[in-house]
């Protein structure tokens, strides 16, 4: 096992450059198994969750081959059925694509329920209404297999009782090669989305208004593979944008879609910080003392629940009062005791956090619960006073590539450890 020890104090300086979406990636990967072809995914990040997709692609029969940094080819010609057997699927949340991508090919697919971060319950009932009105039936055993199959898949109108960004991807690409039309209403609009939207209809199907609330979708009889580039990954440049403004720095984040960042930046330029975009990069920097603001997380275009934590760390190192209402995730302020450690001065429950921020947060030893409550984790120990200790940094490797040199090179006094 490994730690990241931390020295608080410096300013973040310098360029960072982001990588391709995680929440994309893990989307678009398990996708491939729609055709019986080989496909080029570029600008995929190298994080442990596509690691683990790759293993999975591969236990079922698929050719993957890391390319060089970013791109992976996967040749799914001789997978002929989606049946994973092995525990794999516990380690991350996106296994359950393979339900949806399975069923779309071979009218049939089994994996273990998913396992993910521990942000709340986080059922799939919306993906299973979604699996069964385009005609297939579902079971789950007793020992967490889930398993889906059809006869055949009739397309149809489906209404989320919950905007899900995974039943909406999942559903989709169940629905593709789907006979006739399918319409899902009350859809996700997230720019992962989207992006996966764009790489099935880069095979050949038929998809309009995904970023809307109403995704229409015409079955195609067969799906090829093709080369596709991954956007880039909001929410690390979001984690970038938060660590500068707590670090009181002057950062440039290069390689971003600076529209899927409105959200952090609107609430980062409400605080007083300076914000400067340029095409594909932006400048996010300190001008003066910032003033502490209320977040509410929402489905996008809202402000994305994967920085709450991140944010929630900022505002409790800022004098005054704020509130942070979570309106996305069940559960997600469980980190909140390892904060409380270095002097956060926080009250929360299930849905809410009041935060009195307090200028001195001091270094701790602290445990990342999960992987956005350990990028969280991070930026506290950049602006804690003294040396802050982070365990179980595996959940941060599932979703940042290279952070600790990307903090390095912005400045930062990081670095990993081995445990023994
Ligand atoms: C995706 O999770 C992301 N993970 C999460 O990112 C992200 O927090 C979440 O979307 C919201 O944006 C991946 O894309 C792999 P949801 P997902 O279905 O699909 C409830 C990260 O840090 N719900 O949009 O699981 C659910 O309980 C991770 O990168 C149902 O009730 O999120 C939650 O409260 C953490 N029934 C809300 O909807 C369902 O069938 C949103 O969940 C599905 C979801």
Partial sequence: ????????GTKLKGKVNIGGFKNAAV???????LCQDKCIIQNVPLIDDVNVLGEILTEIGAD??????????IDTSNINECYL?????????ASYYLLGAGLGRFKNASTLLPGGCDIGDRPIDQHIKGFEALGATVDISDDGRISVKADKLIG????????SVGATINIMMA???AEGKTTIENAAKEPHIVDTANFLNSMGADIKGAGTDVIRINGVEKLRGCTYRVIPDQIEAGTYMIAAAATKGDIIIDDVIPKHLEPITAKLKEMGMGIEEYGDSIRVFYENELTPVNIQTLPY???PTDLQQPMTVLLSSLHGESMVVEGVSEDRFKYVNEIKKMGANIEYSKKHAKISGTKNLKGAIVRATDLRAGAALIIAGLVAEGITEIIDIYHIDRGYEFIENKFMN??????????D
Avoid: C, H, Q, W
Avoid at 27 to 33: C, N, Q, R, W
Avoid at 156 to 163: E, Q, S, T
């Fill in 156 to 163: 149809n109108k489906i209404y989320l009782d919950v905007v």
């Fill in 64 to 73: 993957v081959e890391f390319l060089d940094d970013t791109s992976i080819s």
């Fill in 27 to 33: 989307a678009i990967i398990p996708a491939t198994i």
């Fill in 301 to 303: 275009p809202g402000f």
């Fill in 1 to 8: 096992m490994s730690k990241f020890v931390i020295e608080g």
């Fill in 410 to 419: 912005l400045g930062a006094k990081i670095r990993r450890v081995k445990e």
């Fill in 175 to 177: 629905a593709v090669l």
């Fill in 85 to 93: 057997k092995n525990g794999l699927s516990k380690k991350i949340r």
